[in-house]
């Protein structure tokens, strides 16, 4: 596991890596453009299947989704971004109403698709057959309604015998930033050193 900036810094190395059986890349709408540094070397690695984790796959045009499609399933959508630029992005950019990809029938309702010409509404309808090959969408109210109620739980550890006239020392000497440190790891023993200097 690792950030896409750590990834830069050591793709020769993982790219030696044999065999990489599953690749999930978390936040994916990062790999957008297939022509950047990070979706190429990512792209390069030789793993059996490929799984992006993002809520937005389409942030400003289909053509985002092409190069995340291209990705993870190469040629689902088209065999080149020109022919999914011809037969999906550019004819659903003259719809009139918005389309969702993983909605039934194109994304509108029956009374919306008559508005709609006919090459707009093939294109939606082979967008959202192609989109339900290797998407799955989960809305947030489908996944609140599965989790657990929330438990929340505070627990101050005690103090030992010197820690108190410590942390009054560090509250009157340190900066905020090293009584932070101290408040957030409070480890049993941490502080447990000789007695801190008088005040004098």
Not at 11 to 39: F, P, S, Y
Not at 96 to 116: I, K, S
Request: proline fraction near 6%.
């Amino acid at each position: 596991m690792m950030s896409y900036e750590m990834f830069l810094q050591h793709a020769d190395r993982v790219a030696a890596l044999a065999n990489v059986d599953l690749l999930v890349c978390d936040e994916g709408h990062r790999l957008k453009n297939l022509g950047i540094k990070t979706t190429t070397l990512l792209s390069k690695l030789p793993a059996r299947r490929r799984i992006l984790l993002t809520g937005t796959p389409v942030q400003n045009n289909l053509n985002e989704l092409w190069s995340l499609a291209e990705f993870c399933a190469p040629g689902v959508l088209a065999d080149s971004q020109e022919e999914f630029r011809l037969r999906i992005a550019n004819p659903l950019s003259l719809a009139r109403r918005p389309v969702d990809p993983l909605a039934d029938e194109g994304g509108w309702e029956d009374e919306e698709a008559e508005e709609e010409n006919a090459n707009v509404i093939e294109a939606a309808r082979r967008l959202t057959t192609a989109v339900r090959k290797f998407m799955l969408r989960r809305t947030a109210d489908a996944v609140c309604r599965r989790l657990p109620g929330k438990s929340e739980f505070t627990f101050l550890p005690g103090l030992q015998s010197t820690e108190p006239r410590w942390c009054y020392f560090a509250a009157a000497n340190m900066s905020l930033s090293v009584m932070m440190l101290i408040y957030f790891c409070p480890t049993k023993g941490m502080l447990d050193r000789p007695e801190p200097p008088k005040e004098g």
